[in-house]
């Protein structure tokens, strides 16, 4: 498995934008789908975003499209997240995941088996 660490997130307001990392170690990332999930105060974890090995593919929740960008730099081994136009729904723990196993990204949370410990992103009104 990859370790995955997830950084960037705070407090930020209605409108801003943040960019979230997903920095990988312990192996390459190339060769890994990766989606960001979030899961808020008493919600199940939810499925943001995910792009594949290349990079070429990406697909989002109907929620962010349009506001968040996912990608990827390999030769960094590390996964972005892009926000814009930030809501207060869109206030949440984020977690990076990965797998190498699908030959397109899934979006469920157990399709992936290695995780990030989280990075909480707080849209104040």
């Known amino acids: 498995q990859v370790q995955l660490v997830e950084s960037g997130g705070k407090l930020v307001q209605a409108g801003d934008s943040l960019r979230l990392s997903c920095a990988a170690s312990g192996r390459t990332v190339n060769w890994h789908n990766v989606a960001w999930f979030r899961q808020a105060p008493g919600k199940e974890r939810a499925f943001v975003a995910a792009?594949?090995?290349?990079?070429?593919?990406?697909y989002y929740a109907d929620s962010v499209k349009g506001r968040f960008t996912i990608s990827r730099v390999n030769a960094e081994n590390t996964v972005y997240l892009q926000m814009n136009n930030l809501k207060p729904e869109d206030t949440a723990v984020y977690y990076c995941a990965a797998e190498d196993q699908s030959a397109v990204p899934k979006t469920g949370p157990t399709d992936y088996d290695s995780w990030g410990q989280g990075t909480q992103v707080t849209v104040s009104s």
């Open positions: 792009i594949n090995r290349s990079g070429r593919t990406t």
